[in-house]
C-alpha cells in the first residue's frame, strides 16, 4: 500500500512537472505569467474541490461512488485531452518534439 502510494506522488509530479513544460512551450513570451498563473488557480481550484466532491458522491452512492464518479472524470479529462492536444499536435506535425 505505501508503495503504491508513493509511485502515485511521483507519477503525479511528473505528470504536472511535464504539464507545466507544455504550458512554458507553448505559451507566448508577454503571456507566460499570465498562463502560469491560471494552471496554479485550477490546480488548486480542483484541490479545494476534490474532498467537496468526494463527500459529495459518497453520501448518496456509498464508498463505491467515490471510484465511479472518479472514473467518470477521469474518462471526461482523457477525452478532453485527446480532442484539445492530440488533434493539435497532429495539425501541426509535431507530436513531443
Request: no cysteine; aromatic share 16%.
Given at each position: 500500500m505505501i508503495v503504491s502510494r508513493c509511485?502515485?506522488?511521483i507519477s503525479l509530479v511528473i505528470a504536472q512537472?511535464?504539464?507545466e513544460?507544455?504550458?512554458f512551450k507553448s505559451s507566448a513570451g508577454g503571456q507566460m505569467h499570465l498562463n502560469y498563473s491560471m494552471a496554479m488557480?485550477?490546480?488548486n481550484g480542483g484541490q479545494l474541490l476534490a474532498p467537496l466532491t468526494a463527500s459529495?458522491?459518497?453520501i448518496p452512492f456509498g464508498g463505491s461512488g467515490i471510484f465511479y464518479g472518479g472514473s467518470a472524470?477521469?474518462?471526461v479529462c482523457l477525452?478532453?485531452?485527446l480532442t484539445l492536444f492530440?488533434?493539435?499536435s497532429f495539425r501541426i506535425g509535431v507530436i513531443f518534439k
Open positions: 509511485l502515485f506522488g512537472a511535464s504539464l513544460l507544455l504550458l488557480v485550477f490546480q459529495m458522491f459518497l472524470i477521469g474518462m477525452l478532453l485531452w492530440i488533434r493539435k
